[in-house]
């Protein structure tokens, strides 16, 4: 079956540590997504790739980092210059990032630092 | 810029009850909108779409949504609910005058069906 594998689903990590964070897609969407989710603020984007080699700050770059050297893969690292890391991270992808369809959703990974 | 409200943070219901989640966008151009459920630790799968043509439009697990024009909504109905749509419900918009067709998404609604 086609999808999106994010892993860990659970990650705890230590103040002051790097983090990176898997997402894999067997797909062959062009495009994909990082998304955090924190309680009642819905999903922020953090960064997004539209082909390979190539991605874009997304509303909260901020304190993070991604590579897209693969199609099919997408980490993104959580640095220890992000303030605040503890939250839920969706990877998503998406056919054609010029169109309108519907993004495609991986089952998260919920990062602790503490 | 594109904007998403959806106006409860929490809907309790119960059990074969109907429901409304209400969700309101703002956007200068022609939109494109999307209902996505999430059970909790999971991600978020697609309820429905609306992309153009008719305006009520259907979803997955007995949901619809009908999108207003006039009052920049897209209000999503199930007529009975059921145990298994505890969930949380996120709306999103996208529209063609931004950058890559992004998705900008409510903050969610937690959906509470209570037997």
Known sequence: ?114 | AQSVTQLDSQVPVFEEAPVELRCNYSSSVSVYLFWYVQYPNQGLQLLLKYLSGSTLVKGINGFEAEFNKSQTSFHLRKPSVHISDTAEYFCAVSSDNNAGNMLTFGGGTRLMVKP
């Open chain 1, 1 to 114: 079956d086609g999808g999106i594998t994010q892993s860990p689903k659970y990650l705890f990590r230590k103040e002051g540590q790097n983090v990176t964070l898997s997402c894999e897609q067997n797909l062959n969407h062009d495009a994909m997504y990082w998304y955090r989710q924190d309680p009642g603020q819905g999903l922020r984007l953090i960064y997004y790739s539209q082909i390979v080699n190539d991605f874009q700050k997304g509303d909260i770059a901020e304190g993070y980092s991604v590579s897209r050297e693969k199609k099919e893969s997408f980490p993104l690292t959580v640095t220890s210059a992000q303030k605040n890391p503890t939250a839920f991270y969706l990877c998503a992808s998406r056919t054609d990032p010029t169109s309108n369809s519907p993004l495609h959703f991986g089952n998260g990974t919920r990062l602790t630092v503490t």
